[in-house]
């Protein structure tokens, strides 16, 4: 199987390439590679939200989580779900104008440029540290997959390779086009593959008589559950791929709407990797957690093995392709094109694909130290909690000053930083000391705004 496997993951990339190269007319201008000339349609919009947040966090590490957590494990996606309702809920907000490219004019619409170039290197850190879950799912799944013929390091340099490539040729047009291959194939793959290891190994009902494996906060409890998805919902509010997506939409409506559909399209998705995550537990309890998925290829029929595999794949890249431009379109209209002053715009076409290939790279190396891709990636998506509580406070409550959201945001990652120097990550989730220290700041700053 190993041959077919390779020739179906080789046939994949090509298809993949040549999608990136065809459309890369399409992205002859620095407005056309960041947000598509902001001419996107409805189907194109929901399979990037889709694509956005089935990916290798979503898919392998909902697995991964599943395989130790049971199906507790989902609370790390429902934040993520209700956070796409209020995003757009709340999507003129966020546009404003339709001139938004990053939560740098978020931001910058209610307080100044330091405290908005501050919100915009922290949303930076954690969007390319989401490229880099996506690298490290790839790897583990092709060096599962490929037993021994790839190691896991080149796993994640393919994985790295291909959708940086196509990203690098086409643009946000390419991420777009692309994600409509890849959410064919992960919902016809996952399902396939789903549903057979589901009825044909008899593991959801001794699962479900395990002691936590179906209840609903597991071996996490209530604290650490509701925490996944209170930060994931403040995660999926503002993260810079949906700014960047709804950006590119051609009408405000169409983009509400196709934020709507690719959430329906992606909530079955992710309950299916985690029942898949759970029938691996009882089929093969002492495997590493990372390889719950990849090693349910064992386990079905040649003809369904090569559509669940490229659905494993697949997310990784339908994921990690919009985080990757949005970090681009970040960088670069946040800080490079600035710093350099440029205004031509050839030249800031090249700058921009430059720039998807180095965070490309930086993702890649960063890689190497992932331990476990649920807790990780929440870890640093406190920055974006705390980005968010300054938003929607000077959106809806009372001017608290740009000193006291600078204040908060500088105050969280000293937070988070210290929490891991101090291990205190171990004992209490950095997201609740953050909460508690941003509405002080906060609240200390609407009470200065009202004696004046």
């Known amino acids: 199987m190993t041959s077919v496997y390779l020739f179906t993951i080789f046939g994949y990339i090509a298809l993949l390439w040549s999608t990136g190269a065809f459309v890369t007319r399409k992205s002859k201008s620095s407005e056309a590679y960041l947000v598509a000339s902001r001419e996107l349609s409805v189907p194109f919009i929901s399979v990037l939200i889709a694509g956005t947040w089935i990916g290798g966090v979503s898919i392998v590490g909902m697995a991964q989580g599943a395989y130790i957590h049971g199906i507790s494990a989902l609370w790390f ?23 938004t490219y990053s939560i740098l004019d978020v931001v910058g619409g209610l307080y100044d440029t330091k405290t908005a170039k501050l919100a915009g290197i922290l949303q930076l850190i954690f969007s390319i540290w989401v490229v880099t879950m996506q690298i490290v799912g790839g790897g583990a799944i092709l060096a599962v997959i ?4 790839l190691s896991f390091q080149v796993g994640m340099l393919l994985t ?6 196509y990203n690098v040729m086409g643009g946000f047009v390419a991420t777009a086009y692309t994600n409509l291959i890849h959410i064919g194939a992960i919902v016809l793959g996952i399902f396939l593959g789903g549903l057979y290891v589901v009825f044909n190994t008899g593991a959801i009902q001794p699962m479900v008589n395990h002691t936590y494996y179906f209840t609903p ?23 810079q791929p949906i700014i960047n997506i709804a950006s590119s939409a051609r009408t405000l409506k169409e983009g509400k709407k196709g934020i709507l559909i690719g959430n329906v399209i992606a909530i079955p998705v992710v309950i299916m990797a985690a029942l898949c995550g759970i029938v691996a537990k009882y089929v093969f309890p002492d495997i590493p957690s990372i390889s719950a998925l990849p090693a349910l290829l064992n386990i079905v029929p040649s003809y369904i093995a090569v559509f669940f595999l490229i659905s494993m794949w697949a997310p990784l890249m339908s994921s990690g392709s919009p985080f990757l431009m949005g970090a681009t379109t970040l960088a670069v209209k946040g800080y490079i094109a ?6 031509n715009d050839r030249r800031l076409l090249f700058v921009s694909r430059l720039t998807t290939l180095i965070i490309g790279a930086i993702s890649l190396l ?11 990636v929440t870890w640093i998506a406190v920055f974006l909690s705390a ?8 959106w809806f409550g009372k001017g608290i000053g740009s000193k006291f959201a600078f204040a908060a945001l500088v105050g969280t990652f000293l937070i988070v930083l210290c929490s891991f120097l101090f ?3 171990k004992i209490i989730h950095p997201i609740w000391p953050v909460t508690l220290y941003v509405f002080i700041v906060t609240g200390i700053g609407a009470l200065n705004s009202k004696k004046r």
């Not at 906060?217 to 509010?237: P, R």
């Not at 890689?367 to 990780?376: A, T």
């Not at 980005?387 to 000077?394: E, R």
Request: hydrophobic share 60%; net charge positive; charged share 15%.
């Open 338 to 343: 600035p710093l350099l002053k440029i205004e």
């Open 77 to 99: 996606q429902a934040g993520i779900w209700i956070a796409m309702c209020v995003t757009a809920l709340l999507l003129n907000k966020v546009m404003e104008g339709k001139k």
């Open 423 to 425: 291990g205190l990550h």
């Open 366 to 376: 960063l890689g190497f130290f992932v331990k476990e891709i649920l807790r990780e």
């Open 146 to 149: 490929l037993k021994g013929q």
């Open 387 to 394: 980005i968010v509580y300054i938003v929607f406070i000077g």
């Open 160 to 165: 790295a390779i291909v959708f940086t490539l």
């Open 217 to 239: 906060f597991g071996d996490l409890g209530f604290f650490q559950a509701i925490s996944w998805a209170f930060i994931n919902f403040t995660l999926g509010v503002l993260a």
